[in-house]
């Protein structure tokens, strides 16, 4: 849908007296005005250009009424939901509760007519971002989903594209906890691998004394206990991939025959001299700095550069700071519906604390940290202490002048603005109420990425 196509579905009557004004000059917004629930509920499944839903309350609303709106809300989503009320209203249990469980945002009547439009943009914005995210998820969202509109990430994305075109061995490099695993993963579903096994090897995790089998198999009785013959890992990924992951750690002796394999594709199982021919791309990753290990004789020379023919780096979670809160609410929406609960997003200081705090354990710290807040928040908003991070909202309050707030906010406008807009510049200047050359000014003074948002790699 173009920026110019925007569609606000009213339910219940807008008069004069709700709705002050004429609309704003060059206003984008077209209404479809409804009497009923299921009046809606039939528009939205024949109307796929409407983001944003308006309800103006009515002598209508009932427990009934309720029931009705879960189901017609849970069936058109990204579709967000607004609330336009009379004040005393806020004063029913009922009416408050539905407001704070289920829609993007509320106002009180009457409201200026340009005020009402405004506001609807913002919630065009989230659903934007909410169906672009969905829309390339190929399953259910969770922690096996590359997520980010960020430079590095788009750059990541660009490398994966272009490695699944070869045959050749990749390194991925990467502090831990930055989706190293995912990034193989992804270079495999889309190479002409992709039918054929993923085999995993951590070669941190096994004891030094099982790898050699556990890679090359073995026949039986080749030892105490081998009642049969094993197929070992590399044999398994035959037609398909082979992923040895924190391959730093795979001990010297092992490196020699693991350099054969890459050298000759041959391998030979335990108790055999038979050589076994096994067709399979190799992909390692490892958190430590494989250059270093050579430099100190824990890594073989010659393995390194067998290994590092292509070489791709996963960023940390830090340097692509932008991506935070979109990761945040996008682990946020699985693990909520995994809890059971309602929880409409994050409060304005723990959004503040995970821009500022470092994330040394990267995206599977800020997993762990929004899984367990997702449990354990009181409210139907996760503060900055259920993620644990009061310490870093405090240094963050105490470290802010005013200059610097507006630094901020500024720059999160203008991303926000171009990401809606789909990188239309005159929209998003629109949006923002400034030039065209003015907003091209303050992109270049944030730094602020204007290429196209992707988010189409499962596996993150």
């Known amino acids: 849908?173009?920026?110019?196509?925007?569609?606000?579905?009213?339910?219940?009557?807008?008069?004069?007296?709700?709705?002050?004004?004429?609309?704003?000059?060059?206003?984008?917004?077209?209404?479809?005005?409804?009497?009923?629930?299921?009046?809606?509920?039939?528009?939205?499944?024949?109307?796929?250009?409407?983001?944003?839903?308006?309800?103006?309350?009515?002598?209508?609303?009932?427990?009934?009424?309720?029931?009705?709106?879960?189901?017609v809300r849970a069936r058109h989503r990204p579709v967000q939901w607004l609330a336009l009320i009379p004040p005393e209203c806020l004063e029913d249990t009922a009416i408050?509760?539905?407001?704070?469980?289920?829609?993007?945002?509320?106002?009180?009547?009457?409201?200026?007519?340009?005020?009402?439009?405004?506001?609807?943009?913002?919630?065009?914005?989230?659903?934007?971002?909410?169906?672009?995210?969905?829309a390339h998820a190929e399953f259910t969202p969770g922690e096996e989903q590359m997520v980010g509109t960020s430079e590095p990430m788009q750059a990541l994305f660009r490398n994966i594209r272009k490695l699944a075109g070869s045959d050749a061995p990749v390194f991925i490099s990467g502090e831990s906890g930055t989706g190293k695993e995912l990034t193989a993963r992804a270079i495999h579903e889309r190479s002409a691998r992709a039918r054929g096994p993923f085999v995993i090897v951590d070669c941190g995790s096994m004891p030094p004394s099982l790898i050699q089998s556990e890679l090359f198999g073995y026949e039986k009785g080749a030892f105490t206990g081998a009642a049969q013959r094993k197929t070992g890992r590399i044999e398994a990924a035959e037609g398909?991939?082979?992923?040895?992951?924190?391959?730093g750690d795979l001990p010297l002796d092992l490196q020699t025959n693991l350099l054969r394999f890459l050298q000759e594709s041959t391998i030979s199982r335990v108790g055999s001299t038979q050589l076994i021919r096994v067709n399979a791309r190799v992909i390692a990753a490892s958190h430590?700095?494989?250059?270093?290990?050579?430099?100190?004789?824990r890594f073989r020379e010659d393995l390194y550069y067998r290994l590092n023919v292509l070489r791709v780096k996963t960023p940390a979670l830090r340097d692509r700071a932008e991506d935070i809160e979109v990761l945040a609410r996008f682990f946020l929406a699985q693990f909520s519906k995994d809890a059971g609960r309602n929880i409409?997003?994050?409060?304005?200081?723990?959004?503040?604390?995970?821009?500022?705090?470092?994330?040394?354990?990267?995206?599977?710290?800020?997993?762990?940290?929004?899984?367990?807040?997702?449990?354990?928040?009181?409210?139907?908003?996760?503060?900055?202490?259920?993620l644990?991070?009061?310490?870093?909202?405090?240094?963050?309050?105490?470290?802010?002048?005013?200059?610097?707030?507006?630094?901020?906010a500024e720059r999160e406008a203008i991303g926000k603005a171009i990401r809606v807009s789909r990188n239309n510049h005159s929209a998003a200047a629109r949006m923002l109420g400034v030039s065209r050359v003015t907003l091209y000014r303050l992109i270049q003074k944030h730094g602020v990425p204007t290429q196209r948002p992707v988010n189409d790699f499962p596996g993150s």
């Open 288 to 297: 430590v700095d494989l250059e270093e290990a050579v430099a100190q004789r």
């Open 96 to 134: 408050a509760a539905l407001i704070a469980h289920d829609f993007f945002d509320y106002m009180t009547m009457p409201v200026e007519r340009t005020r009402l439009f405004a506001w609807a943009g913002h919630a065009y914005g989230m659903s934007c971002l909410v169906e672009r995210i969905s």
């Open 388 to 408: 644990d991070l009061s310490k870093a909202a405090k240094q963050m309050e105490q470290t802010w002048d005013l200059e610097a707030a507006r630094e901020i």
């Open 1 to 71: 849908m173009g920026v110019e196509e925007r569609r606000l579905l009213v339910i219940g009557a807008l008069t004069d007296a709700h709705v002050l004004g004429a609309p704003p000059e060059g206003c984008r917004w077209s209404v479809v005005q409804v009497p009923t629930l299921e009046a809606a509920d039939e528009q939205l499944q024949g109307d796929a250009q409407i983001h944003v839903a308006l309800w103006a309350y009515g002598p209508g609303f009932s427990s009934a009424w309720l029931e009705a709106f879960s189901t």
């Open 344 to 386: 409409q997003g994050y409060t304005a200081a723990a959004a503040g604390a995970m821009r500022s705090y470092h994330w040394p354990g990267n995206v599977r710290e800020l997993i762990n940290r929004v899984r367990r807040a997702a449990v354990m928040c009181d409210g139907p908003f996760i503060t900055a202490a259920d």
């Open 240 to 247: 398909g991939t082979l992923f040895l992951d924190e391959i």
